[in-house]
């Protein structure tokens, strides 16, 4: 089990450029997560692929955001025409999801993201 | 509204307490409750999940509970080590959610040598 992997560790930037992170997740899992944190907060929801559907988006995610999950293997997310408000650490989790019931989701270490 | 409170914010103690984490949340359907550790520039790591049927959840020296009618949990942790030091969240799956975890600001706990 390696772990969800996530690329790169850091990213800095100038506003209105754009950025894309990749994400990994362990190899089983169907589930994938993508999340954002800012500093003292708590993670928030920004989506979700089973496989590769994309289940659904927060409200959180503008027109700015894509995410995108080719074959149900790595995900990636695009943020085009970056603001300041963007900087945040970008998690990605993944878990196994079988019938109802819910497995743990496990992260990666995130994506920080600083926009000069 | 689904949303998650955690006291206190933050917390200071001397190695070899038994302490305890408190989360709330505003509704009692929920699928199962997640506890995660966050060490300063990390991502986050699962340390246990409590399903709905459950009431408790052991691994270690840390015991998650789980009281669905009054929407709480607690996570203890007993005789605490200075490399518990961390920020802990908890997250509840929310009925309806297919996957998305509600976070609590967490708790940061301090343990002093």
């Known amino acids: 089990d390696t772990g969800v992997s996530q690329n790169p560790r850091h990213k800095i930037t100038k506003r209105g450029q754009n950025v894309t992170f990749r994400c990994d997740p362990i190899?089983?899992?169907?589930?994938l997560y993508w999340y954002r944190q800012t500093l003292g907060q708590g993670p928030e929801f920004l989506t979700y692929?089973?496989?590769?559907?994309?289940?659904?988006k927060s409200r959180l995610l503008s027109d700015r955001f894509s995410a995108e999950r080719p074959k149900g293997s790595f995900s990636t997310l695009e943020i085009q025409r970056t603001e300041q408000g963007d900087s945040a650490m970008y998690l990605c989790?993944?878990?196994?999801?079988?019938?109802?019931?819910?497995?743990?989701?496990?992260f990666g270490d995130g994506t920080r993201l600083s926009i000069l | 509204k689904q949303e998650v409170t955690q006291i206190p914010a933050a917390l200071s103690v001397p190695e070899g307490e038994n302490l305890v984490l408190n989360c709330s949340f505003t509704?009692?359907?929920?699928?199962?409750l997640q506890w995660f550790r966050q060490d300063p520039g990390k991502g986050l790591t699962s340390l246990l999940l409590?399903?709905?049927?459950?009431r408790e959840q052991t691994s270690g020296r840390l015991n998650a509970s789980l009281d669905k009618s009054s929407g709480r949990s607690t996570l203890y942790i007993a005789a605490s080590q200075p490399g518990d030091s961390a920020t802990y969240l908890c997250?509840?799956?929310?009925?309806?959610?297919?996957?998305?975890?509600?976070f609590g600001q967490g708790t940061t706990l301090q343990v002093k040598p």
């Open positions: 989790a993944s878990s196994l999801g079988t019938g109802g019931r819910n497995q743990p989701q496990h």
């Open positions: 190899s089983e899992h169907n589930r």
């Open positions: 692929f089973q496989n590769e559907a994309q289940l659904e």
């Open positions: 509704d009692s359907a929920i699928y199962n």
């Open positions: 409590i399903q709905s049927s459950q």
């Open positions: 997250a509840p799956l929310y009925a309806g959610n297919t996957g998305k975890l509600i």
